[in-house]
């Protein structure tokens, strides 16, 4: 398979290349010396066309132009020594060494192996050192084995000069090493299935396979060119060529996976064996023995790696990801620390006020970036003089020491590091604080205690903006249509007396008594004169009239503080059977505070004079929500607010006009 970027005339080229190679084996076994001469252009013309396939890859690929025109050159190079050689040596029966051919064969070595160096960089930016000592163990095995295998029998085969000695071993050596540069690149790569580099070898295997036979053989004078190794030069070149164009291929690293681990100690192994079953052989011990040291180089990069990563693991247990804080397993931890030191320490924890509204309106990125500033703030604060964390959320908690002021300066400070002003929004907090080991004798018990005082303030200023903000509103109502001041005033006695007799929480009643007071507040946008009409509404007037609750809740909801009493603002006329209005609740669908806020309203509204009508006696509006319980009110509510009525003591003087 070649990759995509590769040119259609290169898809033809390849098999083109591997039939030369068919025909150039075939040619060979003819004995007539044109035929042969013929043969040995065909086999110069293959080496020569993949050296070109193998250059156009570099300039196809601009990443990595400068390994594959190398490589191409170093092909390039060895067909021009085989010219030379076929023009001037090929009818000689001794051929002299070294000669200009041997120049262009022995220039390919270094620059294929520049070429396969450079490669690897430019595929691998990065390379870990493990995997660098793995490239190593993996190319210095792979020598010692090769050596091994080709050494003994060159030396014994090859005689004649030095020179002659030397260059005849500089084929199967030169050619041993490139296949170590390609073994480390694989081992480098994690011993991923990387074609390429597989393709890259299977040809340096193939051509070192045919240098090692063609020198032992033509030593001992039996060098036969019809023979099948001699297809390793054009089979080599070629399969070069075909790695050339194969698609990069990006494996992660994979620093577990179990070829990483067990490689270095199959080669290590194979390295100890040669040590020893090859005596004497200076080739083979060197590469060896350095193989073997970088094991235990590698080894010690292992430990070294575990150690990093275990101390990353305990760092990250102890951080927040965020902001770079301690997290709450590190606050936990310094703080038992302190508790057990007995040294006074102030816990402070911290809850951010707007931070939802914040987030809310600008985004999430928006509000982490907002949680990174306050927290290198309040680390910045602190610096010094205590340890800052995030609790998770929009909580922040600090370990102060306590000082002679009890750490109230620096709670002082650590909060108002925690405050940030803008176009739009505001964001303060609320805190809560413990001293230690005074207030708490364990850590869990100083969390809880903190976190007490700090949701105790945070509902306190939360209620003190709500009182103000209703009174605003309800002021605001009063000054629109004075008349309603007392029926508003009386709907809320009712109201919260009835949820009091029910058995709500104390927070539950008081935002009912604000909703019950709140309940109007839309009629400030109905004109006076429906609002004071004698007589009964037309429709057009009551679609109207039908749309102050809505009004109200955008009102009331206009303050987060009174956010829920928004919403029993909008269901306090909803009926029990479904028929009211703005939504047609039904029974309990309807929010229990506006169910009790219906029954008031309706009773106040029955026992007071109204333009169009006298006002009905307590008596008898309480006969009329006993009618009425269970169509346009909860029975239940209607049982609990005519006892609730009974125990008024006294009952609302605006209750006493209809009374008989």
């Known amino acids: 398979m070649l990759d995509r970027s590769a040119p259609p005339l ?10 030369w190679v068919l025909v150039d084996l075939w040619l060979t076994n003819i004995s007539t010396w044109g035929d042969q001469m013929v043969a040995g252009f065909i086999y110069c013309g293959v080496i020569a066309t993949a050296g070109l396939a193998t250059a156009a890859r570099g300039i196809g690929r601009r990443a990595e132009r400068g390994p594959w025109l190398l490589v191409g050159a170093g092909l390039m190079t060895w067909a021009a020594g ?42 691998a930016q990065r390379v870990p050192i493990a995997r660098m000592a793995d490239a190593g163990i993996a190319a210095l095995a792979v020598a010692a084995l090769g050596a091994a295998i080709v050494m003994p029998t060159v030396r014994g085969a090859v005689e004649g000069r030095g020179l002659e000695i030397a260059t005849a071993l500089a ?23 990387d074609r390429c580099w597989i393709a890259m070898s299977a040809g340096l295997l193939a051509l070192w396979t045919a240098d090692s036979m063609y020198l032992v053989q033509n030593a001992h004078g039996a060098y036969d060119p019809a023979a099948i190794y001699n297809a390793g030069w054009t089979g080599g070149a070629v399969a070069i060529a075909f790695a050339a164009w194969q698609p990069v291929q990006n494996h992660e690293l994979q620093e577990h996976r179990l070829r990483v681990v067990v490689m270095p100690f199959v080669l290590a192994t194979l390295a100890l064996a040669l040590l020893v079953a090859v005596e004497g052989e200076i080739a083979v ?71 939802k509204g914040y987030n809310d309106t600008f985004g999430h990125p928006a509000g982490d970036a907002l949680l990174m500033r306050l927290g290198q703030a309040l680390a910045t604060t602190i610096d010094g003089h205590g340890g800052v964390f995030r609790m998770g959320g929009d909580e922040f908690c600090a370990l102060l020491p306590a000082g002679a002021d009890g750490g109230t300066e620096l709670v002082a400070r650590a909060r108002a590091a925690l405050t940030e002003q803008g176009e739009g929004f505001s964001i303060g907090c609320s805190h809560g604080s413990v001293l230690v080991p005074g207030e708490a004798e364990t850590a869990a018990e100083a969390l809880r205690i903190a976190d007490q005082r700090m949701y105790a303030e945070k509902r306190s200023e939360r209620a003190s903006a709500g009182r103000q903000t209703r009174d605003v509103l309800l002021q605001a109502l009063i000054e629109r249509s004075p008349a309603l001041e007392g029926h508003v005033h009386d709907v ?16 539950d009643v008081d935002e009912i008594r604000h909703a019950a007071e709140l309940h109007d507040v839309g009629k400030v946008a109905i004109p006076d004169a429906i609002l004071d009409k004698r007589g009964p509404l037309d429709e057009s007037e009551w679609k109207f009239m039908h749309r ?68 009905m006696s307590v008596f008898a509006a309480l006969a009329e929500l006993d009618r009425c319980a269970g169509t346009q009110f909860d029975p239940a509510v209607v049982v609990h607010f005519r006892a609730a009525i009974q125990g008024l003591a006294p009952i609302p003087a605006g209750l006493l006009k209809g009374a008989r």
């Open 492 to 507: 809320a006695v009712l109201a919260e007396a009835t949820a009091s007799r029910m058995g709500l929480a104390d927070a």
């Open 285 to 355: 011990t060197i590469p060896a023995a350095l193989a073997l040291l970088m094991v235990f180089v590698r080894m010690g990069l292992a430990f070294r790696e575990t150690g990093q990563v275990l101390r990353g693991a305990q760092e990250e247990a102890v951080t927040d990801a965020l902001t770079g804080l301690g997290n709450r397993r590190a606050l936990t931890q310094d703080l038992d620390g302190a508790v057990r030191a007995g040294r006074p320490t102030v816990l402070a924890l911290f809850d951010l006020d707007g931070f």
């Open 82 to 123: 085989d010219v030379f050689y076929t023009l001037n040596f090929f009818t000689l029966d001794l051929v002299p060494v070294p000669s200009w051919a041997d120049v262009g064969y022995l220039l390919l070595p270094p620059l294929v192996a520049v070429g396969l160096v450079w490669l690897v960089r430019a595929r």
């Open 171 to 193: 084929y199967p050596i030169t050619d041993l090493l490139l296949i170590a540069v390609c073994v480390g690149a694989l081992a480098g790569r994690g011993w991923s299935v």
């Open 10 to 19: 290169l898809r033809f080229l390849l098999p083109l290349l591997a039939a």
């Open 548 to 615: 102050h609750t809505l009004i109200g809740e955008r009102i009331v909801a206009a303050a987060p503080a009174l956010a829920t009493v928004g919403r029993l603002v909008r269901s306090s006329h909803e009926r029990w059977d479904g028929a009211g209005y703005p939504d047609s609740l039904a029974g309990t669908a309807i929010p229990l505070g506006a169910r009790i806020i219906a029954v008031a309203d309706a009773f106040d509204a029955m026992t007071v004079d109204r333009p169009y009508r006298a006002a």
